[in-house]
């Protein structure tokens, strides 16, 4: 069973700080990419960070990093000098290439402290 | 620029009586999903469409359905909303490469279903 499981339902962090969200998956399959999803209060899913399975060098945008360890079945969010609007629910997700569904783990909700 | 709408952004509607929800797209992608959110947890894939073909997940119950009548628009259809169906639904879409869908998934910003 392909699952994904994120163990902190909150997180916070003070403003210009850095924090991580954790995501661990289970999975059989080889070919599969990884998502960190943001969701602010607004409710709009948007795409934070994309990593294929295959790449072993962690994927970076700007202020958002992740430590994807394939062996450990790891993937975790670094956010580096956290922002007010970076409060948000935050999901992790996996897809295999063979099926259309996007798995989602259960959200961490991070809150940033003035 | 391209992008998932949804309307309205909320409904409300009664007990027993039928919504439609809509969902268009101009980013000209060939797969549109259907997600129920309920508060304070991930989303669950209700169904997609693969270009016309509809792919229903297995625990979908019957009350919904979903037509797609071209690329650019996908409807959901709740025959008799009952309470436990008051909910945030999302739609999102992704595109084609080679045998299956690429991977990102582009999300609407959701229509909040309120069920009195």
């Known amino acids: 069973a392909q699952t994904v499981t994120q163990s902190q339902p909150e997180m916070s962090v003070q403003e210009a700080e850095t924090v991580t969200l954790s995501c661990t998956y289970d999975t059989s399959e080889s070919d599969y990419y990884l998502f960190w999803y943001k969701q602010p209060p607004s409710r709009q899913m948007i795409l934070v960070i994309r990593q294929e399975a295959y790449k072993q060098q962690n994927a970076t945008e700007n202020r958002f990093s992740v430590n994807f360890q394939k062996a450990a079945k790891s993937f975790s969010l670094k956010i580096s000098d956290s922002q007010l609007g970076d409060a948000a629910m935050y999901f992790c997700?996996?897809?295999?290439?063979?099926?259309?569904?996007?798995?989602f783990g259960t959200g961490t909700r991070l809150t940033v402290i003035p | 620029d391209a992008m998932v709408i949804q309307n309205p952004r909320y409904q409300v509607t009664q007990f027993g009586k039928p919504v439609t929800l809509s969902c268009s797209q101009t980013?000209?992608?060939?797969?549109m999903y259907w997600y129920q959110q309920k508060s304070s947890q991930a989303p669950k894939l209700l169904f997609h469409?693969?270009?016309?073909?509809?792919?229903n997940e297995a625990d979908t119950p019957d009350n919904f359905q979903s037509r797609r009548p071209n690329t650019s628009f996908c409807f959901l259809d709740i025959r008799s909303p009952g309470l436990g169906d008051a909910a945030m639904y999302l739609c999102?879409?992704?595109?084609?490469?080679?045998?299956?869908?690429?991977?990102?998934?582009?999300f609407g910003p959701g229509t909040r279903l309120t069920v009195l």
């Open positions: 999102a879409t992704s595109k084609i490469s080679g045998r299956a869908p690429t991977d990102t998934q582009y």
């Open positions: 469409y693969y270009d016309k073909d509809f792919n």
């Open positions: 980013l000209n992608h060939n797969v």
């Open positions: 997700a996996y897809h295999w290439t063979g099926a259309n569904n996007l798995f």
